[in-house]
């Protein structure tokens, strides 16, 4: 059984309940609340909150295309958050299988970015804002120290690293935004394969790291 250790944000929680994520960040949610009893709990508690409060709210009409959004917003939320979801052939949960059709992790179209490091873009709907991609990252590298240009949601699918935040593992999600920097070192003797949301391109500290960010999509 996987023991989780870090969980989604109370914010994160709400949005998700709501509605409201962005899709790649709502992807990520979706995997990391598959492992996790702890936060599915805390999305099942915030949608019967939002729920009591729609009760509570004076009875007024709604208009056909608000209802039609709403019934939208709600088909497209990830069904992962009601129970456990049995990890597939590739040892993903269902909601991440589906996205990459099923196809097992070590056969995903990766490209090579640098010495020890991978990524795999994973395609969201049209006029998405945000980006979702996979990072593989070989044992004991260490990403370049940096921060984030906004809100930053990385699930752990295998192996593991450690920051000064703690150590994340299988299942483990970070959920950060622009206020922190810090630097992942791979501590696995596998590589570490991570799902990772992103709003805006990230901030590295070191110029040479800057320099060669184009080049390697992060």
């Known amino acids: 059984m996987t023991t989780i250790n870090h969980h989604l944000d109370e914010a994160?929680?709400?949005?998700?309940?709501?509605?409201?994520?962005?899709?790649?960040?709502?992807?990520?949610?979706?995997?990391?609340?598959?492992?996790?009893?702890?936060?599915?709990?805390?999305?099942?508690?915030?949608?019967?909150l939002g729920g009591s409060l729609l009760l509570d709210e004076p009875s007024s009409a709604v208009s056909a295309t608000c209802r039609a959004a709403t019934l939208a917003s709600l088909d497209a939320l990830p069904a992962t958050v009601e129970k456990p979801v049995r990890p597939a052939k590739n040892e993903v949960p269902a909601v991440l299988c589906n996205l990459l059709g099923n196809t097992p992790?070590?056969?995903?179209?990766?490209?090579?970015?640098?010495?020890?490091?991978?990524?795999?873009?994973?395609?969201?709907?049209?006029?998405?804002?945000?980006?979702?991609?996979?990072?593989?990252?070989?044992?004991?590298?260490?990403m370049p120290e940096h921060g984030h240009g906004g809100e930053e949601i990385t699930v752990v699918l295998r192996g593991s690293y450690k920051d000064h935040t703690g150590r994340y593992a299988t299942g483990d999600v970070a959920d950060l935004d622009e206020s922190i920097e810090h630097q992942p070192v791979v501590d696995s003797d596998v590589d570490c394969i991570c799902l990772v949301a992103t709003e805006a391109p990230t901030r590295f500290k070191s110029f040479w790291a800057r320099l060669a960010q184009p080049f390697v999509g992060i």
């Open 105 to 142: 992790l070590a056969e995903l179209p990766w490209k090579k970015k640098a010495p020890g490091v991978a990524i795999c873009a994973i395609p969201l709907s049209d006029g998405a804002k945000t980006r979702l991609q996979l990072l593989r990252i070989g044992p004991g590298r260490a």
């Open 12 to 48: 994160t929680i709400l949005a998700f309940a709501a509605g409201t994520l962005p899709e790649a960040h709502r992807v990520v949610a979706a995997t990391h609340a598959a492992y996790c009893a702890h936060c599915r709990g805390a999305v099942r508690a915030a949608e019967m």
